[in-house]
């Protein structure tokens, strides 16, 4: 059993930057992969970026390349999102995902077995 807890986000103004951490607890295998998804009010959930754990091969949805960062530290199991450059568009309730699975739909969100509690990033204009 993986459990997840949340950390950062909350308020910025467009062009500026916050950053998500997600802790794991429990054990990592070679499958393992941890990302984020995000859903903004009266919108569908999307998958943001995602990272595996073994090789460390991340990837992005489109609209935030070049903008977001994934990365991680294995000895404390934890995943972080670097958020920059950020838009109004990117505001939502992101939640923080794992899950053990090797192949490369990352953005499906049925793979993840766990979940975390969600956090909000509201970007203002």
């Known amino acids: 059993q993986v459990q997840l807890v949340e950390s950062g986000g909350g308020l910025a103004q467009a062009g500026g930057s916050l950053r998500l951490s997600c802790a794991a607890s429990?054990?990592?295998?070679?499958?393992?992969?941890m990302g984020w998804f995000r859903q903004a009010p009266g919108k569908e959930r999307e998958a943001v970026a995602a990272?595996?754990?073994?090789?460390?091969?991340?990837y992005y949805t489109d609209s935030v390349k070049g903008r977001f960062a994934i990365s991680k530290d294995n000895a404390k199991i934890t995943a972080y999102l670097q958020m920059n450059s950020l838009k109004p568009e990117d505001t939502a309730v992101y939640y923080c995902?794992?899950?053990?699975?090797?192949?490369?739909?990352?953005?499906?969100?049925?793979?993840?077995?766990?979940w975390g509690q969600g956090t909000q990033v509201t970007v203002s204009s």
């Open positions: 990272i595996r754990w073994s090789g460390g091969t991340t």
């Open positions: 429990g054990r990592t295998f070679s499958n393992y992969i």
């Open positions: 995902v794992g899950g053990f699975f090797g192949s490369s739909d990352w953005a499906r969100s049925a793979r993840y077995q766990y």
